[in-house]
């Protein structure tokens, strides 16, 4: 049971490119089947693409020339479709949204552009500092400061490791449920 | 610069956008991209090589025919995998339903067939093709196609968390396949049986 949570703990660790939790560090120290495991998953991913290459060479394209010639039929019943006006290209988002939006976001720039031009620069500049007061007087610590704070890290990366491993435990617990 | 050499040079999405725009040209080198890799993604040992020949086929076809409902600024690999998974799960039930016709691949006497499966015994996915389908589609996403979490969980169908628990799964049984002494000793005490989780919302992929 404990390897098993152990395992998870180190699968999890490769898959968030985080480092493995100490306590199961520590584990690993007297437990060799943990150990091996940590170290195939460590080489799965050069493993892998090693072979992905190898693999790949052996394919037979044969196949692709099969399907290369059914597209000329279907690019004739797609245009046939499209001249008909029943065809997805006639509404797609493409040719539908993107000119809609493009027009949008010109008007957008332009209205910014007007209201920037016509405005005092030394309001801009109090308005900013205004802001900028205001958002001290919200925050006193800054968010920033407290995001970095190792004490605050740590406290996100045990509460992560304790969500997960909770969710991994109720999948299990729920298969003995099912069964 | 001649034409083949300017299609190898678009991305995925520049390509579909020009199949969409009726570049036949530019699908072809989508197809000559994508098959190889399609083929090792839908070959598992319960499928036979002509049923994911057939499931490749109408895989691109698909995709083919609906290339205007692609949007570009989506990732390609992901939309086309998930229209093969998705192919692969009605073969799959349309075979089940069937049951005899699940041929297993290795059946074939060719010689040729021989020399290929010697040659490949001693690349990891063949190994990992003895793992469950859906372990082995993950691992194949994951590691061949270096994709995220989230678009595996997308193409499969499942939560993220699930996609992590295949992966892990995958791992399990791939180690112990690769060292059955070692690891069977680690998980006598547990389950003996080969895949010994099995969630409800895992479904069929
Ligand atoms: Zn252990």
Redo the contacts between chains.
């Keep these: 049971m404990l390897c098993s949570m152990h395992k998870w703990l180190i699968s999890r660790a490769v898959d968030s490119k985080k480092q493995i939790p100490a306590f199961t560090k520590r584990h690993l120290g007297r437990c060799d089947s943990c150990r091996k495991f940590t170290q195939l998953c460590g080489s799965l991913k050069q493993r892998f693409a090693h072979d992905t290459t190898a693999i790949l060479k052996g394919y037979n394209k044969a196949i692709d020339q099969k399907i290369i010639s059914a597209l000329p039929e279907i690019k004739e019943s797609r245009s046939t479709l499209s001249r008909q006006g029943v065809g997805p290209n006639l509404f797609s988002k493409r040719t539908f949204l993107v000119p809609s939006l493009v027009a949008a976001s010109l008007v957008l720039v332009i209205s910014i552009s007007i209201l920037f031009l016509t405005l005092p620069r030394s309001s801009e500049v109090n308005s900013l500092a205004n802001m900028s007061d205001l958002f001290k007087r919200a925050y006193p610590v800054r968010i920033l400061e407290k995001a970095e704070s190792p004490l605050e890290k740590e406290y996100t990366e045990l509460k992560e490791t304790i969500e997960s491993t909770a969710k991994f435990l109720i999948s299990r617990l729920d298969v003995r449920l099912g069964r | 610069m001649d034409k083949d050499t300017i299609l190898k040079d678009l991305s995925d999405e520049e390509l579909a956008a020009d199949t969409?725009a009726?570049s036949?040209s530019s699908?072809?080198e989508l197809?000559?991209r994508y098959?190889?890799?399609l083929?090792?993604f839908l070959r598992h040992r319960t499928a036979s090589d002509q049923n994911v020949?057939d499931l490749?086929?109408e895989t691109?076809?698909k995709a083919?025919?609906?290339i205007?409902?692609f949007?570009p600024k989506r990732n390609f690999s992901t939309w086309l995998y998930t229209i093969a998974a998705r192919q692969a799960v009605s073969l799959y039930r349309a075979n089940k339903a069937k049951k005899p016709s699940l041929v297993p691949m290795a059946s074939s006497q060719d010689p040729q067939e021989i020399v290929?499966q010697k040659?490949?015994s001693q690349?990891?996915?063949i190994l990992a093709k003895k793992l469950s389908r859906k372990e082995y589609k993950t691992?194949w996403l994951y590691?061949?196609e270096d994709m995220p979490?989230k678009n595996i969980a997308e193409i499969m169908k499942k939560k993220k968390?699930t996609v992590?628990?295949l992966?892990?799964r995958a791992?399990?049984n791939?180690?112990k396949k690769?060292?059955k002494s070692?690891?069977s000793?680690?998980f006598a005490g547990?389950n003996s049986a080969e895949h010994k989780?099995?969630?409800?919302e895992i479904g069929e992929i």
């Design positions: 969409a009726g036949c699908f072809e197809i000559s098959s190889p890799r083929f090792y020949e490749i086929q691109f076809l083919f025919r609906n205007d409902r949007d290929i040659q490949e690349n990891l996915w691992l590691y061949a979490i968390v992590r628990v992966l892990h791992r399990i791939l180690a690769l060292d070692v690891y000793e680690s547990e989780f099995s969630f409800s």
